[in-house]
Structures are given as structure tokens and as C-alpha cells.
């Protein structure tokens, strides 16, 4: 499975941000997928997750209120709205498919190659 990020940047505190994620498999759908972001010097962290229909998903705390993941499996795709982005979400994205149980840094199937997200002061 091949996931490619897209829609990162550069934007001012307070802004806003789509990331998107094309995964190429005919069995989108059965993957649980996740946006995880390792800033410099620091351990890759999970943002957010949903499950495979798209009916659950979890947020980290630090983004809940502010973030939104949704997913279209006619398009294999899965999104990431950033709003009100602040510059400690500055990072790099990653995305992630996942069969397992558990979404984490080791646990994860597949990753994408991840995508630049500035924010400035």
C-alpha cells in the first residue's frame, strides 16, 4: 500500500490547513488510518485516527476542538482539517494504515512520506 500526503505548508498562528492522504489499494476501506507528526528532535506522535467505515475516530488532546479527520473510501482518501493551527503543531504529517488493534508509532502497517506543516508566530 502506497499512502502520499499532500496539502502541507506554510501558514500563520491561527490559520488553517487540509491535509490529504491517497492511499493506492483496492481495499482502502479496510484499513483503520491515522495522521501522526514528529517535530524536530521529538518522538512521532499520534493526531488522530479513524476506523475503517469512518464511524469512530480519537483525537489527542492537544488537537481536539481544532482538528477533524474524515475519510471518502469512493476516493481511498483521508483527510486532516487543521484549524486554528498554533506553532507548536509545527511538523512533519505523516500518514498511516493500520490492521492491528492499536494505532501507534509501532504498530502501523504502512506510512506515508510524511508533509511539511509551518506555523509562524
Known amino acids: 500500500v502506497m499512502l502520499v500526503e499532500s496539502g502541507g505548508g506554510f501558514v500563520q498562528a491561527g490559520g488553517s490547513l487540509r491535509l490529504s492522504c491517497a492511499a493506492s489499494?483496492?481495499?482502502?476501506?479496510?484499513?483503520?488510518m491515522g495522521w501522526f507528526r514528529q517535530a524536530a528532535g521529538k518522538e512521532r506522535e499520534l493526531v488522530a485516527s479513524?476506523?475503517?467505515?469512518?464511524?469512530?475516530?480519537q483525537y489527542a488532546d492537544f488537537v481536539k476542538g481544532r482538528f477533524t479527520i474524515f475519510r471518502d473510501n469512493r476516493k481511498d482518501t483521508v483527510y486532516l482539517e487543521m484549524n486554528s493551527l498554533k506553532p507548536e503543531d509545527t511538523a512533519v504529517y505523516y500518514c498511516?494504515?493500520?490492521?492491528?488493534?492499536?494505532?501507534?508509532?509501532?504498530?502501523?502497517?504502512?506510512w506515508g512520506q510524511g508533509t511539511q506543516v509551518t506555523v509562524s508566530s
Open positions: 479513524i476506523n475503517w467505515s469512518g464511524g469512530r475516530t
Open positions: 489499494t483496492q481495499t482502502f476501506s479496510s484499513y483503520d
Open positions: 498511516a494504515a493500520n490492521t492491528g488493534a492499536t494505532m501507534s508509532p509501532e504498530t502501523v502497517d504502512y
